[in-house]
């Protein structure tokens, strides 16, 4: 990207801004056991709604290529089934979260099925949570800006997105992620009024784009479409989800924070499918994944550029912290809970390291790591939606064995599946790894259910 003096300015204060955000929350008093993970259990409403809205966005290269290839039907699979999935959490569960008063999912699994259970959904936790894929999209950002080797830019990017956790834990997270909230809705509102003073209406676009651009289905099938439903339901049992619930202030602000959620949410999709139809458009041979930056380098002015710069940063960095700190909690506090001596502040420092090391390692060893944090997702969702969620409503309808044949079987059929596709065996049908493991999962505790009851 062709970057002017001022636009190198914003990109290095921004940095500057989050460092001192996050090493001046680490030097508030602690007020109790929880502040360290769980800031006091005293978030705020719009606390809650902004280290929410941020944090489940880090994925935004992925937005624009999805966007960028297929059109509208990117907003039907990545946003419609999110808002939806969110509006059955935060109605159904979100309270339920902070009424129990748990600060993490293994924690929660112990406690209704046992230890084994327990470090069961630890590992599955930590399968989703690995932040490997968005270190290296943070990494390709600052390699386009620099011009450093890839491993560098890892390094580097993974350093300032992570030092400040190690003091100020869960706080130094929410409001690293207030100020990332504000900064990646400036960028693409900024980025989507250039590219309309450029370009004109959308009415004047829309012929310049692929007919299947416009449609509900775009090119894609119905059951690829359908699958993300499915996968949206991750929801339930994503631990940024149930560490923020855990967090707030009182259930009530739990439940109104993620229904207030998907307000933002509609917003900033409508900013990244219209800039990434408008790139489509206007742009038409260029690579998919980085259509936002480029986008952003033919019609943003010096300063402009710069502040959109960082919102793209924000997004991924905003979702590389959140999931670092819920992994290294799963790691030095649920896994290596008795190898590790000391305070929960101790335990998770550790399980942070570690993880931040497995996370820059993963990145500079396997630049398919989005990929790979897709397949350990597909695999690891569907063996435990079904426990965590029965505790939401019944303590005792499942006992603790029947928690660990749910997780481990249907974990163990999505991976199957998974290597099937992998080796192109599909037996004559087209389905995601994930369908026939949440199948089992659903007609076997069905069935347990019954059973227990009867």
Known sequence: MKLELVDNIVIISYFILILFIGFFTSKQKKTNKDDFILAGRKLTLPLFIATLVATWYGSILAVGEFVYNSGLVAWVCFGLPYYIAAALFGSMIASKIRKLGFSSIPEQIEYYYGKKAGIIASIVILAITIPAAYILMLGVIIQMLSGWPLWLSIILGA??????????????????????????????????????????????????????????FGDLSWQYVLSWYIIAFQTFVDPSFHQRCAAAKSPKTARNGVLLSILFWALFDFLTLSTGLYAKANLPNIQAVMS?????????????????IVSLLAVIMST????????????????????????????IRIGLLISSLIGILLAITIPSAIDLIYKTSSIAIPGLIVPLTVTYFNKTVLKSKDSIIIMSISSLIALIFTIFRQKLINFGLDFEPMFPAIIFAIIFSAILIYIRKK
């Not at 930056?293 to 943003?300: A, Q, T």
């Not at 790691?331 to 305070?343: E, S």
């Open 159 to 216: 350093i300032l997105s992570l030092i400040y956790l190690f003091t100020g834990g869960f706080r130094a997270d929410v409001y690293t992620n207030t100020a990332q909230f504000i900064l990646m809705f400036v960028g693409f509102m900024l980025l989507f009024v250039f590219s309309y003073h450029q370009f004109g209406f959308f009415s004047e676009n829309a012929p310049k784009l692929p007919s299947s651009h416009l449609t509900i």
């Open 292 to 308: 936002y930056p480029i986008l952003g380098d033919l019609v943003l002015p010096p300063l402009v550029k710069g502040i959109f």
């Open 320 to 347: 590389l912290n959140s999931y670092s700190f819920i992994s290294g909690i799963t790691i030095g506090r649920d896994i290596l809970n008795k190898y590790i001596m000391g305070t929960d502040e101790k335990k």
